[in-house]
């Protein structure tokens, strides 16, 4: 029988962070971390290793962090957990007792029952194993016509990457618009104009059918009643969590499928934490139970687990997922944060919205230079942003964090427009037009007229 004082379940970027930092935070405790993968992924790089890097090896997190800081590292499949004695049991029968536990099982892609043909050969997944994503690699390297079905951010990575070496690719989605859930309509239009600039087919606003086929994938059948020829059929349509361990232990499930967690990512037991795409996730600012499954939350709560392991702190907590999302399509940046101006209406918000285009480098003359679109959404009454879209260059990702930070500290606009800010005329936009406060200048007159 092994011992450790910290075991933690799963490796990729939650079960990472999680141990690094109990480790930094508690380094006088023993940590082991066990996962099924001799080689781990890095989640939101998959896309790439269909285009831009054209091989896994390139996309690999190192062992690195977890050897420096002293944490061992165990290849296995957990298969039980003893909760109220703290043991793990292992596939090859090995046990390890614990004192505190953090699960991090992640995700495994979602395939929809309903749907025929799923079990064809061409037809794939994306899920975060590098051996499976090597096979679908290699595979499509002899297919011509590829349809995604899925346009949210993988099935517009996926789609965008795998047109790059020259296969006709269709997208097919079922809302109106490609990113329909990250984005208002005017930001989704102009993400989708330019994906088909680029040469990928869009079929918005019907979904899948059928795949047809009798032992390999032949094509699909749209809702519309059209039908698709296709070589591959890539299923990007969302994941679930892997709840399957936590589930067979007896803790609790909540009705989204996700381990339910109090305060600090614990768990029912407070010896047992769960980070990550496998635990419960609440939306920042409606404080309802979300579905959303980004890398960059998991590593927030992931860090909020590993400080609170053995000493609660007040001021180490996790308030709620505000959804932050960026992605890139050629060279131009699209990035998301909170709630975006539809779904803050349906949640009953007296919101205003203000718009601002500008440029993401001064002067405009420059070379490389992008149009720079920054939206808000604010509450009325306070003031407050409760969201924000950008749409830009390569500077979109950081601006995008940016408004994140502003929605966590509950800012309101009047703080962003005296907010004090650096500028270089390669790098950012100008201080006279900066789209962020030039956008909360539009809401502050808006304001101001009612």
């Given at each position: 029988?092994?011992?450790?004082d910290?075991?933690?379940?799963g490796?990729?970027a939650a079960?990472?962070?999680a141990?690094?930092?109990?480790?930094?935070?508690y380094?006088?405790?023993?940590?082991?971390?066990?996962?099924?993968?001799?080689?781990?992924?890095?989640?939101?790089?998959?896309?790439?290793?269909?285009?831009s890097?054209?091989d896994?090896?390139?996309?690999?997190?190192?062992d690195?962090?977890?050897?420096k800081?002293g944490?061992?590292?165990k290849i296995?499949e957990?298969?039980?957990?003893?909760?109220?004695?703290?043991?793990c049991?292992?596939?090859d029968?090995?046990?390890i007792t614990?004192?505190k536990?953090?699960?991090?099982?992640?995700?495994?892609?979602?395939?929809?029952k309903?749907l025929?043909?799923t079990?064809?050969k061409?037809?794939?997944?994306i899920?975060?194993?590098?051996?499976y994503?090597?096979?679908?690699?290699e595979?499509?390297?002899?297919?011509?016509?590829?349809?995604?079905?899925?346009?949210?951010?993988?099935?517009?990575?996926?789609?965008?990457?795998i047109?790059?070496?020259?296969?006709?690719?269709?997208?097919?989605e079922?809302?109106?618009?490609?990113?329909?859930?990250?984005?208002?309509?005017?930001?989704?239009?102009?993400?989708?104009?330019?994906?088909?600039?680029r040469?990928?087919?869009?079929?918005?606003?019907?979904?899948?059918?059928?795949?047809?086929?009798?032992?390999?994938v032949?094509?699909v059948l749209?809702?519309?009643?059209?039908?698709?020829?296709?070589?591959?059929?890539?299923l990007s349509?969302?994941?679930?969590?892997?709840?399957?361990?936590?589930?067979?232990?007896?803790?609790?499930?909540?009705?989204?499928?996700?381990?339910?967690?109090?305060?600090y990512?614990?768990?029912?037991?407070?010896?047992?934490?769960?980070?990550?795409?496998?635990a419960?996730?609440?939306?920042?600012?409606?404080?309802k139970?979300?579905?959303?499954?980004?890398?960059?939350?998991?590593?927030?709560?992931?860090?909020?687990?590993?400080?609170?392991?053995?000493?609660?702190?007040?001021?180490?907590t996790?308030?709620?997922?505000?959804a932050?999302?960026?992605?890139?399509i050629?060279?131009?940046?699209?990035?998301a944060?909170?709630?975006?101006?539809?779904?803050?209406?349906?949640?009953?918000?007296?919101i205003?919205?203000?718009?601002f285009?500008?440029i993401?480098?001064?002067?405009?003359?420059?070379s490389?230079?992008h149009?720079?679109?920054?939206?808000?959404?604010?509450?009325?009454e306070s003031?407050?942003?409760?969201?924000?879209e950008?749409?830009g260059?390569?500077?979109?990702?950081?601006?995008?964090?940016?408004?994140?930070?502003?929605?966590?500290?509950?800012?309101t606009?009047?703080v962003?427009?005296?907010?004090?800010?650096g500028?270089?005329?390669?790098?950012?936009?100008?201080?006279?037009?900066?789209?962020?406060?030039?956008?909360?200048?539009?809401?502050v007159?808006?304001?101001?007229?009612?």
């Open positions: 029988m092994e011992k450790t910290v075991l933690v379940i490796g990729s079960g990472i962070v141990a690094v930092t109990g480790k930094s935070f380094p006088d405790k023993d940590f082991l971390l066990i996962r099924k993968e001799e080689q781990v992924v890095v989640p939101c790089g998959i896309p790439y290793i269909f285009g890097l054209e896994s090896n390139k996309n690999v997190i190192p690195m962090s977890l050897n800081a944490i061992t590292l296995g957990a298969v039980s957990i003893d909760t109220e004695n703290k043991i049991k292992t596939a029968g090995t046990e614990f004192e536990l953090v699960i991090a099982t992640g995700s495994t892609p979602t395939i929809p309903w025929k043909g079990n064809l061409n037809v794939f997944t899920p975060k194993n590098k051996d994503l090597d096979e679908t690699l595979k499509l390297k002899s297919c011509q016509k590829i349809v995604t079905i899925g346009g949210g951010f993988i099935g517009v990575e996926m789609s965008d990457e047109n790059k070496s020259g296969k006709d690719v269709t997208l097919v079922i809302l109106p618009h490609i990113l329909g859930l990250a984005f208002d309509e005017e930001i989704a239009i102009k993400a989708e104009d330019i994906l088909k600039s040469g990928v087919k869009i079929k918005a606003g019907t979904g899948i059918k059928e795949i047809l086929g009798d032992d390999k032949t094509g749209l809702n519309n009643g059209e039908t698709l020829e296709a070589d591959a059929v890539i349509m969302g994941y679930r969590p892997n709840t399957t361990l936590a589930e067979k232990s007896g803790l609790e499930i909540n009705e989204k499928g996700f381990i339910k967690i109090a305060e990512m614990r768990t029912s037991n407070m010896d047992i934490f769960a980070v990550g795409d496998c419960e996730k609440r939306d920042f600012i409606t404080k139970l979300s579905g959303v499954m980004l890398a960059s939350t998991a590593c927030t709560e992931a860090r909020i687990a590993g400080m609170n392991l053995y000493q609660i702190s007040t001021v180490k996790f308030t709620g997922t505000i932050i999302f960026s992605t890139a050629a060279d131009n940046g699209f990035g944060a909170g709630l975006t101006e539809n779904l803050a209406k349906r949640e009953g918000f007296d205003i919205t203000g718009t285009e500008g993401d480098k001064h002067p405009g003359t420059l490389g230079t149009k720079q679109i920054v939206k808000l959404i604010v509450d009325q003031g407050v942003i409760i969201g924000g950008v749409a260059g390569a500077s979109t990702g950081e601006l995008v964090n940016i408004i994140g930070l502003a929605i966590q500290n509950r800012m606009v009047y962003i427009l005296t907010t004090q800010i500028t270089h005329p390669l790098l950012t936009a100008p201080p006279t037009a900066y789209p962020l406060i030039k956008a909360a200048e539009v809401v007159k808006k304001i101001r007229a009612k």
